[in-house]
């Protein structure tokens, strides 16, 4: 079914019509209005609401004399479409055969014909009869010939009739149209380039196939570039699910069938390009703003941010939502917002910050023809002529293993590093960077069957991308603020007096979803939280740093809020953590599937609702139990219980590390390659280089004994890595070996901790 909803909504994609076809603007906001929900419930497959919209835009057409109109040829065209994947052969019929009888009406060799004949062709497409489709679009190509030029529209044609003979699987013929939509693109658009690029991977053309890869992938990286520079943040999301696809999925599939230099070169700039491209993208346009000396400018965006996590918007708050963004793309463009250099890095540019024993890994999944994720690692050391490609396992043979296993069984380690195991033999320190799956697993921990992990035999830092070997910029440390031994049970009282209208307040969410053993009694004391940051307190008071310490009812979400306004390089919070995954899990598309949607017709293919994503996971601080408790809470009183979304909604681009010394704080659903929508997501949004987070429930004490030896090593001088995986090692060997499980120990990783 995904198949055939790309060949129906390919009819309103990249054609600009003139508002004079239609009698009346006002008919032409109605017809908009309803094409568009139709467009979004197909999208949704929503099938028989969509049916009910497009009769609703072919009356409205009809009723008002436009029904020769180019807006009335889109309705037929979308409409046969929904009808043929209703399986209502009767009202497919019929619909064709009106479509039909219109040609009689319009002129023949005009503008408005070849409009006709483009969704003719694209009518007879959503309904499979290429043939049909084929003749179509070249009947327009004829008329192209003795009428003006309409921009773009002997491309938009090739382009189809290539994709015609695509889906009859007649290659040569698919090949030969779409280098001659090509050809006719004055704009250059990328979407042909990448295209041919995968007709002739089908083809297993390779040769021509590497030689319109550089160019290609020159081209679409710059497009998206640009486009995010000058966007809204859901614009941005909805573009990179549309041309996003190229980076993260069509080229490790090409290395992964035909691995030669060139295609792993590009597989890891492709990899470096689209890692966090949507999160950097958000970071430095946050960034920008908040770090802004404007304080009109700073309240201006955390009105919009409160608008934007409102659940229930009236239509006045979204006409001003959207008036806010657009006050915000204008500030962007102004300033010159522009990230474009950071995401030109490429695999030499890495290399180049690699000393002789070192090496990057970049490990990628991808869906396959089969419907399956593989996973892959790129590896690149300092004197490889070319990085390395190296196919691991799929998602189901990692997903076969049960989740409660992942880190004491070998089987595990031989699916991820038993096949690049001799590659490393030599190395000293491996930079990594997860993808899919990976995110949740200490994979650095895991044992082979000889007891073996890779942080025995080698320095492992776990980053966001290996580009951050390139960007990293160190910030310089400062004083320290702990959370810690926190009261969960604060009166509503001392929460009115904690909280300040400096601070952005969002709407009180439904905390159904935030569990606890018994919803009666709330949040647990943690007693080894408070002896944890106390002890975390005295070392960096003989170290003449300033601390900041809140305890019991003062480590509330209003002050926590307050870290933005404090001269502070270290956050540490050490309390309960949440996350509670979707309900729904969907089965990932297959490359066929992804490039019919993708390639045909610029539909989105995996839209990000980063949004919603981030509120399923959190931090719990004082008087959090009176909302579990279901106590009333007055309007603008923060409740303790802070959700990811608003972490990043403040300004934290002075805090070079969070310690998140919590239950699950790692954990958040995991998007292709933007990684993890939880916690992490929210701290990197506001501008937070590094931080320490955990993959399950922790033990209290074997924490705190492990946070007090980090924050020792620190302070001696250690860089945040070697610090880290020295005071797992303390923490191991600890009265005899008494916190030696994995379950102690490994529940912490380190991310981005390069300095």
């Known amino acids: 079914m995904r198949t055939l909803l790309s060949f129906i909504l390919f009819c309103t994609i990249n054609v600009q019509l003139t508002s004079q076809i239609l009698t009346t603007e ?45 807006y009335f040829f889109q309705t037929l065209s979308l409409l046969a479409g929904t009808h043929f994947l209703l399986n209502e052969s009767s009202n497919v019929e019929s619909t064709i055969n009106d479509y039909t009888l219109l040609k009689q009406y319009i002129r023949p060799a005009s503008k408005k014909m070849i409009y006709y004949l483009y969704y003719g062709a694209i009518l007879h497409s959503s309904t499979m009869n290429y043939r049909q489709a084929i003749t179509y679009a070249q009947e327009a190509l004829a008329c192209t010939d003795a009428v003006s030029t309409i921009d773009g529209m002997r491309s938009k044609l090739y382009h189809q ?5 695509y889906k009859s699987q007649q290659l040569d013929l698919a090949i030969e149209n779409e280098r001659k939509a090509i050809q006719y693109d004055d704009n250059q658009t990328p979407l042909y380039q990448k295209t041919i690029l995968h007709y002739l991977y089908l083809a297993k053309q390779w040769d021509e196939f590497e030689l319109v890869l550089p160019q290609c992938y020159t081209d679409s990286r710059e497009s998206i570039l640009r486009h995010f520079s000058q966007s809204k943040a859901n614009q941005r999301s909805q573009f990179w699910s549309q041309s996003g696809q190229f980076f993260s999925t069509f080229i490790p599939n090409y290395t992964f069938s035909h691995p030669s230099n060139i295609l792993t070169s590009y597989a890891y ?130 997903n076969a293993i049960p989740s409660k296993n992942h880190y004491i069984t070998p089987e595990l380690y031989n699916l991820i590093w038993l096949p690049i195991e001799d590659i490393l033999s030599n190395i000293s320190t491996i930079y990594f960077s997860p993808s899919g799956v990976l995110h949740k697993i200490g994979i650095e921990y895991l044992p082979n069957e000889f007891g073996f992990q890779m942080s025995m035999a080698h320095h492992m830092c776990r980053l966001s991308s290996t580009r951050e070997l390139v960007l990293n910029d160190p910030k310089l440390p400062r004083d320290i603020a702990l959370f810690g031994g926190i009261d969960y049970d604060t009166p509503i009282d001392i929460l009115v007096s904690e909280s300040s209208t400096s601070t952005p307040h969002h709407e009180k969410r439904n905390c159904s979803t935030v569990h606890t053993k018994d919803s009666n009694i709330g949040f647990k004391y943690l007693p080894g939280t408070l002896h944890e940051v106390k002890s975390i307190s005295d070392q960096y008071t003989t170290k003449d740093k300033n601390i900041l310490l809140y305890t019991k009812q003062d480590a509330s979400e209003a002050q926590l809020k307050k870290s933005s306004t404090l001269d502070i390089s270290t956050l540490h919070i050490a309390t309960h953590g949440f996350f509670y995954a979707p309900q729904r899990i969907e089965k990932p598309l297959s ?165």
């Open 26 to 70: 006002k008919l032409e906001s109605q017809w908009n209005s309803h094409f568009q929900l139709a467009q979004q419930q197909l999208q949704e497959q929503q099938l028989q609401q969509a049916e009910q919209h497009l009769i609703i835009c072919k009356q409205l057409l009809y009723d008002n004399d436009a029904s020769q109109s180019i």
């Open 161 to 165: 009739i290539a994709f015609c003979y």
């Open 269 to 398: 700039d492709a990899t470096l390009f689209s890692k966090g491209i949507l999160l950097a993208a958000t970071n430095k346009s946050t960034n920008l703003i908040l770090n802004s000396e404007d304080p009109n400018l700073v309240k201006m965006y955390h009105h919009y941010l409160h608008l934007k996590s409102s659940k229930n918007r009236t239509i006045d708050q979204n006409f001003e939502l959207e008036a806010l963004e657009d006050v915000i793309v204008r500030y962007q463009q102004e300033n010159k917002y522009d990230f474009r250099k950071d995401f030109r890095c490429d695999w030499k540019m890495v290399q180049k910050k690699l000393q002789e024993r070192d090496a990057a890994i970049e490990f990628i999944a991808f869906p396959t023809e089969n419907e399956d994720i593989q996973y892959a690692a790129l590896i690149l050391t300092k004197n490889a002529e070319y990085p390395l490609f190296i196919p691991l396992s799929t998602a189901s043979q990692i």
């Open 591 to 755: 490359t066929s599937l992804l490039f019919d949607l993708t390639y045909n017709n610029h539909q989105e293919v995996n839209k990000l609702d980063e949004d919603k994503m981030l509120t399923r996971s959190g931090l719990i601080l004082s008087g959090a139990n009176n909302r579990l408790r279901k106590i009333n809470i007055p309007d603008g009183v923060e409740d303790g219980i802070l959700f990811a979304d608003e972490i990043a909604s403040l300004n934290l681009s002075n805090i070079d590390l969070v310690v998140l010394s919590a239950c699950e704080s790692g954990l958040g659903n995991v998007e292709s390659s933007e990684g993890v929508f939880g916690l992490q997501r929210g701290f990197k949004i506001a501008g937070v280089n590094s931080l320490i987070m955990s993959l399950w429930k922790v033990d209290d004490t074997a924490t705190q004994i492990l946070m007090t030896a980090f924050y020792e090593n620190l302070l001696t001088g250690q860089s945040k890595n070697d610090a880290f995986q020295n005071a797992q090692f303390a923490l191991r060997t600890f009265e005899n070996n008494k916190y030696d499980n994995y379950i102690y120990w490994a529940a912490f990783v380190l991310l981005d901790g390069l300095n």
